[in-house]
């Protein structure tokens, strides 16, 4: 069965760094995105992406995050200059066709910022 | 705006009781989908149904089932006979079609079944 993949599965940075998270989606899906999951919290929605551009982000999602698909496989999540309260859990999920498909998730990446 | 409650943070029930987890849904939308996850304590999330706001029909797959009621904006879901591997967080979650795709999920309801 076809699946979302992520990596790293854990990425441990000092305050400041920039970080990538990588997705891989499953193949022909065409709406991606970003969530974070702080620990013990709800899933929070960060960005969605379609066409090569995003198509609604949250209020999260500041100018510290980009989000991009630069070989039409990978979906990355980039976080130029991490804070503490950036550490979280992300998950990136994917849908088919439709903009209201089912999204499906990858397994996340715990991000941890020291 | 669109809003998920789940009232119930936690639960503990023993192994064979059935239990119901409430999910509450708020929304201007007439078209919209609602949605069950279960993170279990590896930490993804697992999809378990979709549902459209058109479709009231109650649906089961074997020792889960679930129960639409527009009239209440409620979408619960039963496990019947439970077992300790139903130990989980589970999310309800909601998205329109008239505004965004993106989920609003709920608190999540803690799921533990004791042996």
């Known amino acids: 069965e076809p699946e979302v993949t992520q990596t790293p599965s854990h990425q441990v940075t000092q305050m400041g760094q920039e970080v990538i998270l990588r997705c891989v989606p499953i193949?022909?899906?065409?709406?991606f995105y970003w969530y974070r999951q702080i620990l013990g919290q709800k899933v929070e929605f960060l960005v969605s992406?379609?066409?090569?551009?995003?198509?609604?982000k949250s209020e999260i999602f500041d100018d510290q995050f980009s989000v991009e698909r630069p070989d039409g496989s990978n979906f990355t999540l980039k976080i130029r200059s991490t804070k503490l309260e950036d550490s979280a859990m992300y998950f990136c999920?994917?849908?088919?066709?439709?903009?209201?498909?089912?999204?499906?998730f990858g397994p996340g990446t715990r991000l941890t910022v020291l | 705006a669109q809003k998920v409650t789940q009232a119930q943070t936690e639960i503990s029930v023993v192994e064979k009781e059935d239990v119901t987890l409430d999910c509450v849904y708020e929304?201007?939308?007439?078209?919209?989908?609602l949605f069950w996850y279960k993170q279990p304590p590896s930490g993804e999330l697992v999809f378990l149904i979709r549902?459209?706001?058109?479709?009231?029909q109650n649906e089961i797959s074997g020792r889960y089932s679930w129960n639409f009621q527009k009239s209440t904006s409620s979408f619960n879901f039963t496990i019947t006979a439970s077992q300790v591997v139903d130990s989980a967080v589970y999310f309800c979650?909601?998205?329109?079609?008239?505004?965004?795709?993106?989920?609003?999920f709920g608190k999540g309801t803690k799921l533990t079944v004791n042996p």
């Open positions: 193949s022909n899906h065409l709406y």
């Open positions: 929304t201007r939308d007439t078209t919209y989908y």
């Open positions: 549902r459209n706001s058109f479709d009231e």
């Open positions: 999920a994917t849908s088919g066709g439709y903009r209201t498909d089912t999204q499906y």
């Open positions: 979650a909601l998205s329109s079609q008239g505004g965004s795709e993106k989920l609003v």
């Open positions: 992406f379609y066409n090569n551009e995003i198509s609604e």
